[in-house]
């Protein structure tokens, strides 16, 4: 058993300015994902440019963070959000829906692919692989921010948290008394997903695309692969303490949304193989 270190959620206090470990860790997604785009483009036959791989970061900031921020707003905080509108414009204080940062990004995908005239699966193609350095950041964030955990487990990681620090975890999720000092281990599930939505599912993607594949081959991968990650992981993580479990006393609403990009995913990759000569 462990114990949660103490980790301050501001990195940097300048005055009156503060820059949170959360923001900077999607920092760090997205400049990994521009680096890893020009080393993709540089490859030979690519067909993209440095010029488009630069364009395409601010497509894609623009759609995770409207997508992710607005998602979060709607699937997991709906009440929240007709109380405090403006509370959709705290980015730094956590709160980003995957699924709604999806969203946003083919979104954007699709704006981009017009003005640069290129198919809208080549595009997604050719960011499938960059995302999980993003995805794998994030859940570090949530580690600091002790936000995210998982079920109790008896693991040896399992960890302890404090409840003079997530009050709210203890309160309204675990539900223990008042004065409890420290909770029971729980499944860092924020590292779990870090390691597999971020590293494995890198490291699945980059290789997968070294070499010429069918066009929305690679976006299928991601899609099939984070799903399973994210549906597996979600069964010792606790469900939203105000949305509780969706249905069976077991699914929660991240594997309901993951769902269709499990299926999605299959398809996509099914539909690719049919028609192997059209590489991207």
């Known amino acids: 058993m462990l114990t949660y270190p103490e980790i301050d959620p501001v990195m940097i206090s300048l005055g009156p300015v503060s820059i949170h470990w959360y923001g900077a860790m999607y920092l760090v997604g997205f400049v990994a994902g521009w680096w890893l785009g020009r080393v993709r483009a540089a490859r030979p036959g690519s067909g993209w440019s440095v010029q488009q791989v630069d364009d395409l970061l601010f497509y894609i900031a623009l759609g995770v963070v409207l997508g992710g921020r607005l998602g979060y707003s709607l699937f997991y905080s709906f009440e929240t959000l007709l109380q405090d509108p ?97 909770t029971p281990p729980l499944h860092p599930n924020q590292l779990y997903e870090a390691a597999l939505e971020g590293v494995v599912l890198f490291l699945l993607l980059w290789l997968f695309s070294a070499r010429p594949r069918p066009v929305m081959a690679v976006s299928g991968l991601f899609l099939f692969c984070y799903g399973l990650f994210r549906f597996a992981i979600e069964f010792v993580r606790m469900p939203d303490a105000h949305l509780g479990y969706i249905a069976f006393d077991w699914l929660t609403m991240g594997q309901l949304l993951t769902l269709p990009m499990l299926l999605a995913g299959a398809l996509l990759f099914g539909l690719a193989y049919r028609n192997p000569e059209r590489t991207g």
């Not at 005239?117 to 193609?125: E, I, L, M, N, V």
């Not at 350095?133 to 955990?149: C, K, T, V």
């Not at 990681?157 to 620090?165: I, L, N």
């Open 86 to 182: 403006l509370s959709i414009l705290r980015i730094w204080q956590g709160g980003m829906s995957f699924h709604g940062g999806l969203i946003g990004v083919l979104v954007a995908m699709l704006l981009f692919a017009r003005r640069h005239r290129k198919g809208f699966f080549q595009a997604t193609d050719f960011i499938a692989p960059l995302i999980p350095i993003g995805l794998g950041a994030g859940r570090i964030g949530n580690f600091i921010n002790g936000e995210l955990w998982g079920a109790p487990g008896s693991v040896p990681w399992a960890m302890q948290v404090p409840c003079d620090r997530f009050l709210a975890l203890c309160l309204e999720k675990l539900q223990l008394p008042a004065g409890t000092q420290m």
